[in-house]
């Protein structure tokens, strides 16, 4: 592995290891009313084009780094759609 690729790694996990302070968060509380859905939806559109553009040009970093990141963002979208359903039966 060359220094290029192992520095798109690096790149890609610390980006990509800034939701999992969100995903705790809203594990922990139950509540997701603070994220927008629209912008976790744009990202994890833009990841999954960065998925299809990695995979044209071979690059491994960006596949991988963005794979998990659009796993992160998903798994963000469907407790926002959890929790915020969980409120409203509340109400």
């Not at 009313?33 to 990841?47: E, F, K, N």
Request: proline share 1%; with cysteine.
């Amino acid at each position: 592995m060359d220094a290029w690729t192992l520095m798109g790694f690096v790149a890609g996990s610390l980006t990509t290891s800034g939701y999992i302070p969100q995903i705790i968060k809203g594990y922990r509380t139950k509540r997701m009313h603070d994220v927008s859905l629209m912008m976790v939806s744009i990202l994890c559109v833009g990841m999954s084009l960065w998925i299809v553009y990695g995979i044209s040009q071979d690059d491994l970093a960006l596949i991988v780094s963005n794979i998990i990141g659009t796993t992160f963002l998903s798994v963000l979208i469907a407790m926002k759609f959890i929790y915020n359903g969980r409120d409203r039966v509340k109400e």
